[in-house]
């Protein structure tokens, strides 16, 4: 994909977010949650993740966020080194999801404690 492809699929994303076009704004966050993630960009994947997160929570489809928070967690260990958890709003907000969604603290699952919720 080239620069000014990915581009307009930032601006397409923008444009679903803001008309809440649930199943092309879905299917865009995934395309670009693959070229994040191919690409091992932590720092968009957590800011798509945080934007997704809200729009999904307000409308009832916590299903989405728990499917992508899951594969934030994955990198849960790359995230926190790279120091982004406390000092942009962006890691902070995966920090409050994890502890909100998991009943674990970040730094309990980095070290790989269970979370407390199983359901």
């Not at 990915?6 to 395309?31: G, I, P, Q, S």
């Not at 926190?80 to 000092?87: D, F, K, P, V, Y």
Request: aromatic fraction near 10%.
């Amino acid at each position: 994909m080239t620069v000014d492809e990915k581009a307009r699929l930032v601006e397409a994303y923008h444009f679903l977010y803001n008309e809440r076009l649930f199943t092309l704004f879905d299917r865009c966050h995934e395309a670009l949650w693959r070229i994040f993630e191919r690409s091992g960009d932590l720092v968009n994947l957590l800011n798509l993740f945080r934007r997704s997160s809200f729009i999904w929570r307000l409308n009832g489809r916590e299903a989405q966020e728990s499917k992508y928070l899951s594969k934030l967690m994955k990198n849960v260990r790359d995230i926190i080194a790279m120091g982004i958890t406390h000092s942009n709003r962006d890691g902070v907000y995966f920090v409050v999801r994890v502890t909100v969604v998991t009943g674990t603290a970040l730094s309990d699952l980095a070290l790989g404690k269970p979370s407390e919720r199983s359901d």
